[in-house]
């Protein structure tokens, strides 16, 4: 059976310059390079290393991956790891708390467990890397591959320019900040509302930043319905969601793709963002549960 990351993809490839056949093991990759940040979603090993709960260095996780446990939040493959394989790599984009030199030149994952777009978010639970913190990872690996390319910025940024960013934040955001209100004050200083504007303007600056950095090709993904989540079934009887976080979830989802719409129109000129809409795809799997075997 497949984790719930490797079915939440599905819908992705076709939105994302990519052709619907399978690469070969064999093939150069379609892209140069693969470059992720996120949470605990696609984290594959970031947070082994730092005093946190948030890590997944232990069995049961990877018992069913081929290479065991690494620090996936998952059974199996994280959603970008099948991404990787059918992008042609021949292994997985390694994680940046491992990786130098010139396994560069082909990506890093950035992404941390209980990372969010505002930097207390997941304090709750130990150290983490935020979305500040990765952009700044990634500014450093940018430092790192110009020493490849002579010192050449034009020869580096039209490398860049070709590889593929991908974005997923804002889950923790919610369910370890705003929804936890005996840890953060959040949930009584901003309305649902003001919170997904100041959530949005802090994700602006920060995509923006990779932008001036060389990304432009770049994924983002908007929040799932994380009122479906176990936690919130067991807290209403396992019966249902709970629609009341979803409702706010949709505030930032929505100013989330215009967001993506505003880039497109020129704002960040020369770029290509897709919206990856997850909420709708998690809301499939909950919907149709049977038919994805789950």
Not at 4 to 25: P, V
Not at 138 to 146: H, K, L, S
Not at 281 to 294: F, G, I, M, T
Request: with cysteine.
């Amino acid at each position: 059976m497949g984790t719930f990351s490797e079915f939440f993809f599905s819908g992705f490839l076709a939105l994302f310059w990519l052709s619907a056949r399978a690469c070969s093991q064999t093939q150069e990759p379609q892209v140069p390079c693969f470059f992720i940040f996120g949470d605990s979603l696609v984290d594959n090993g970031n947070n082994n290393g730092i005093l946190t709960l948030a890590r997944a260095n232990y069995r049961p996780y990877g018992i069913d991956f081929q290479l065991g446990v690494t620090g996936r939040f998952t059974n199996g493959r994280t959603f970008v790891d099948a991404l990787a394989q059918l992008l042609g790599f021949q292994n997985y984009i390694p994680p940046y708390a491992r990786t130098r030199g010139p396994a560069v030149l082909r990506g890093v994952n950035y992404a941390s467990g209980a990372a969010g777009i505002r930097d207390e978010t997941g304090n709750n639970l130990g150290d983490h890397m935020p979305m500040n913190q990765q952009v700044s990872n990634f500014a450093n690996t940018v430092i790192q591959m110009r020493r490849f390319f002579r010192g050449d910025t034009n020869a580096l940024n039209s490398y860049l320019s070709k590889c593929i960013f991908y974005s997923g934040m804002g889950s923790n955001d919610y369910l370890n900040n705003y929804f936890m209100t005996d840890f953060y004050s959040t949930g009584s200083d901003f309305t649902p509302k003001a919170y997904a504007a100041a959530l949005l303007q802090d994700y602006t600056r920060q995509l923006t930043e990779l932008y001036e950095l060389g990304a432009r090709k770049v994924v983002v993904t908007s929040v799932g319905q994380i009122g479906c989540i176990p936690y919130q079934l067991a807290r209403l009887n396992g019966s249902q969601c709970n629609e009341k976080i979803n409702q706010v979830i949709v505030i930032f989802n929505t100013g989330l793709r215009k967001l993506v719409d505003s880039f497109n129109k020129g704002q960040l000129p020369g770029a290509k963002f897709v919206y990856l809409d997850s909420f709708t795809s998690s809301r499939d799997l909950v919907r149709n549960a049977a038919a994805y075997e789950l």
